[in-house]
């Protein structure tokens, strides 16, 4: 049997920013599903400790060095996914980041505009690097984790807690969910769906813990978006409890 078949019997997944908070937990959630599972992270020390963690918990875990800025560093993870896998189930645009603070519109530094790249430009990045493998899976996946920060609908809504004014995350994630759809569009005719999905207000680094949720909790939507059947849905946007408005 080749190496192909043999790996053939495990989905496998590539989940970008899982050496932690929600990300981890998508990665431990597909690999408890018995996904293989590439955690993509930049930091080594914090990659490999990831890795081995889920590896003890009985995942099929392996590192993938992964900075979604860099093109020499996207380029050469879809090479190790290829090598590694030769096909995509799932991809998950995980990483992300606030930009920090403050985000006032009216006095914010450019530079923290700028920095939410990761967000947006990052997933395009990844996305079309590794589209070739995704092509190859018979039921190929891409979730993009984004925010009800991000759905202007939310936003403008009369009432609405929306939590701090931030000029460079929440349209991050606009930005992003209208990636989505444009992503959808072109890919209509194909067997690849994808959709955003926001985890709600986690508890991890990037709120300080001060979210209310778990990460486990943070992933389950992430989850339930890769292992989605072939009826499911594409250019939507989703949380646990059920579809977000744009
Ligand atoms: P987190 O604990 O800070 O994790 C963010 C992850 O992204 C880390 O693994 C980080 O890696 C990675 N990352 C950042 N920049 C990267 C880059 N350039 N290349 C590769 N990896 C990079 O935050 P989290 O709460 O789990 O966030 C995960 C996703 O959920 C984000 O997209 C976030 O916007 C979204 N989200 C979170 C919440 C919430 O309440 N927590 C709510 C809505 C949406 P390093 O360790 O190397 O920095």
Redo the contacts with the bound molecule.
């Keep these: 049997m080749s190496e192909t078949n043999t790996v053939n019997h495990h989905k496998v997944a590539l989940v ?9 937990e998508i990665a431990a959630g597909l690999g408890a599903l018995g996904w293989s599972v590439g955690i ?4 080594e020390e ?1 990659r490999e400790a990831a890795v081995d963690k889920l590896r003890a918990a009985g995942a099929d875990a392996f590192g993938v060095p ?4 860099d093109d020499a560093s996207v380029t050469a993870a879809a090479r190790l996914m290829e090598e590694r896998a030769g096909r995509l189930d799932a991809l998950v645009n ?5 930009g920090g603070g403050p985000q006032e519109p009216t006095t914010v530094d450019v530079n923290r505009v700028r920095a939410v790249e ?2 947006v430009i ?1 997933v395009i990045r990844v996305t079309n690097a590794l589209l070739p493998l995704l092509r190859r899976s018979p039921s190929p996946r891409v979730v993009n ?5 991000g759905s202007l609908t939310l936003q403008t809504a009369p009432g609405a807690e929306m939590g701090p004014i931030a000029i460079a ?1 929440a349209p991050s ?1 606009t930005f992003l969910n209208a990636v989505t759809v444009q992503y959808a569009r072109e890919l209509a005719d194909t067997h690849i769906l994808i959709n955003a999905v ?10 300080n813990f001060r ?1 209310v ?1 778990t ?1 486990q909790q ?1 992933a389950a939507a992430a989850i339930r978006l890769a292992t989605v059947s072939a009826d499911g849905p594409t250019g939507r946007f989703f949380d646990d409890e059920g579809e977000v408005p744009w």
């Design positions: 970008t920013g899982a050496n932690k908070g929600i990300g981890y993509g992270a930049r930091n914090r992964l900075d979604v800025t995980n990483a992300g980041i606030t990761t967000n990052g984790v984004s925010s009800s920060v995350y994630k926001c985890p709600g207000f986690t508890a991890t680094d990037l709120n979210g949720r990460p943070g």
